[in-house]
């Protein structure tokens, strides 16, 4: 059964500070989802990461996959309130078929 | 260009009733996904199917829960005879049926509360 283990569970940082989140497996992706999810409503895709050691840019959101595609990471710069949400990873073993969700981080951002 | 739509987005049973949950993939998208989430946990795979076929139903409970994707129509997850412990939000999920690529699209979800 493969794994994805988030870190940190829960984060709550104050505006204009900036954060790095952590997914984590011992098995091997084919690709790397990230999503965040706000109270009442569904997971919405943030980014898709592919390569081996890719990086990419969201505005204020940079993702980086690891490069044996195990591990992923998001550093948000200058956290905003409207970062607050549930941050999730996900993970694609490369079967289309099923994605295996991380344990989630709670991200609260303050004023 | 709607995204995933689910109906209801609330629900509501008594114990040993029937829910039914629909899901309108995105246009275009032939891959289908339900997943469950429960409270302060994360999301749990449950079946995968395309059109008239089941791929995958190694999450769904053997007994009481059921998905179809007909020729025509919506997705539907079904529980027969619900207890308690099937409230959770039910998202479905959908994808293009591109080679290589699984990036999943998650519509608003049901919320499912069992009396």
Not at chain 2, 49 to 76: C, H, T, V, W, Y
Request: include cysteine; proline fraction near 6%; charged fraction near 20%.
């Amino acid at each position: 059964t493969q794994l994805l283990e988030q870190s940190p569970q829960f984060l709550s940082i104050q505006e204009g500070e900036n954060l790095t989140v952590y997914c984590n497996s011992s098995s091997v992706f084919s690709s790397l989802q990230w999503y965040r999810q706000e109270p009442g409503e569904g997971p919405v895709l943030l980014v898709t990461v592919v390569t081996g050691g890719e990086v990419k840019k969201l505005k204020r959101l940079t993702f980086q996959f690891g490069d044996a595609r195990k591990d992923s990471s998001l550093h948000i710069t200058a956290a905003q309130p409207g970062d607050t949400g549930l941050y999730l990873c996900a993970g694609d073993p490369g079967t289309a078929s099923k994605l295996t969700f991380g344990t989630g981080t709670r991200l609260q951002v303050t004023l | 260009n709607a995204g995933v739509m689910q109906n209801p987005r609330h629900l509501v049973r008594r114990r040993g009733q029937e829910a039914r949950l629909r899901c309108s993939p995105m246009k275009g998208h032939s891959h289908v996904y339900w997943y469950r989430q429960l409270p302060e946990e994360g999301l749990k795979f449950m079946v995968y199917l395309q059109k008239e076929n089941i791929i995958d139903e190694s999450g769904m409970p053997k007994e009481r829960f059921s998905a179809e994707f007909p020729k025509e129509g919506p997705s539907i997850l079904r529980i027969q005879q619900v207890v308690r412990g099937d409230s959770a939000a039910y998202f479905c999920a959908s994808s293009p049926a591109l080679a290589g690529l699984n990036t999943q699209y998650f519509g608003p979800g049901t919320r499912l509360t069992v009396l």
